[in-house]
């Protein structure tokens, strides 16, 4: 049975989904300002985080707060905080293109500990809780169980502009493309791990994300049975800014691989 908190997760996360769907089916309505190169901040993405701000707030008041358009605001509680991503994949959204999702984590003492990942456009609702397992629409997901690199395929992202990390990338897509079944770059990284968790994808990587897009889906991949860790892998894959993720059977060849092409060291 799902525990309070998560009950308030998912409940903010449909209160914004309603709100995103209802954007979207208006996109070229939207009034679009550009943060970065390519990198989009929609009145839809401020509304969303407003929306789950206020309904997270509301039901756990002393909790810290890390999202996406608001930042850092630490609360009396030092050792819990939300991290939220309240329209991960602005692009396709922007786009009209029906691949994007809320992310909503739990941090407790530095560790993920309850996850929504919910894609609004196909109502696909994935859960975790740390030691529960993780759920789509309340039926258990697993990791795939596929052994072979040739039957298996990947996800990948780039972030806005490349921010560096673009020769990596492609180096790793040379030598990943001819051994697999193929690599994706679908441009949502929450709903990536959200399908490593599900099975639909086998792996997942990217160099330079951050915490927001990737803190959900980290536990629902480790809560269907994979392994999620940093390229450098003594780091916290939540805060490292790089994330290789995978099946049980596969993560040991599938993250030497990635980590041919190692990461340099936080500053
Ligand atoms: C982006 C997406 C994309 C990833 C980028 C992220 P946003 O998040 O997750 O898949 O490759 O690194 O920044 O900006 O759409 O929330």
Same mark, same amino acid.
């Given at each position: 049975?799902?525990?309070?908190? +998560? ?17 979207f089916?208006?996109?070229e ?18 509304e ?6 206020e309904? +997270? ?5 002393n909790?810290?707060?890390l999202?996406?358009?608001?930042g ?7 050792t819990?905080?939300?991290?939220v991503?309240?329209?991960?994949g ?11 999702a ?18 609004? @456009? ?44 673009l020769?990596?990338?492609? @180096? ?8 697999? @079944? ?16 599900s ?20 536990? +629902? ?23 290789? @993720? ?19 060291r936080?500053?």
């Amino acid at each position: 049975m799902a525990s309070a908190n +998560l009950n308030v997760m998912i409940k903010a996360a449909r209160k914004a989904g309603r709100s995103l769907v209802k954007d979207f089916r208006e996109v070229e309505n939207l009034q679009v300002s550009v943060k970065g190169a390519g990198d989009f901040v929609t009145r839809a993405d401020r509304e969303a985080e407003r929306v789950i701000k206020e309904e +997270l707030r509301a039901a756990r008041p002393n909790y810290g707060w890390l999202g996406e358009e608001t930042g850092e605001d630490a609360g009396e509680d030092p050792t819990r905080r939300w991290i939220v991503d309240p329209l991960d994949g602005t692009t396709n959204f922007l786009h009209g293109l029906p691949h994007w999702a809320i992310s909503i984590a739990l941090e407790h003492k530095g560790e993920i500990v309850a996850a929504v990942v919910y894609d609004a @456009a196909k109502d696909e609702m994935f859960t975790a809780e740390k030691g529960d397992g993780a759920f789509m629409n309340n039926q258990r997901i697993r990791v795939s169980g596929r052994r072979q690199m040739i039957e298996s395929i990947f996800a990948t992202g780039v972030p806005f502009g490349g921010r560096g990390t673009l020769p990596a990338t492609l @180096a790793d897509l040379a030598r990943l493309m001819p051994m697999t @079944a193929g690599v994706r770059r679908w441009g949502a990284a929450a709903l990536d791990l959200a399908y490593v968790a599900s099975g639909r994808y086998d792996g997942y990587w990217e160099r330079g994300i951050n915490a927001w897009d990737v803190a959900a889906g980290i536990l +629902l991949v480790k809560e269907a049975g994979g392994f999620v860790e940093s390229i450098r892998s003594e780091e916290n894959p939540v805060t490292s800014g790089n994330i290789v @993720a995978g099946n049980a059977l596969l993560f040991p060849q599938f993250a030497e691989i990635i980590r041919e092409r190692p990461e340099p060291r936080k500053a």
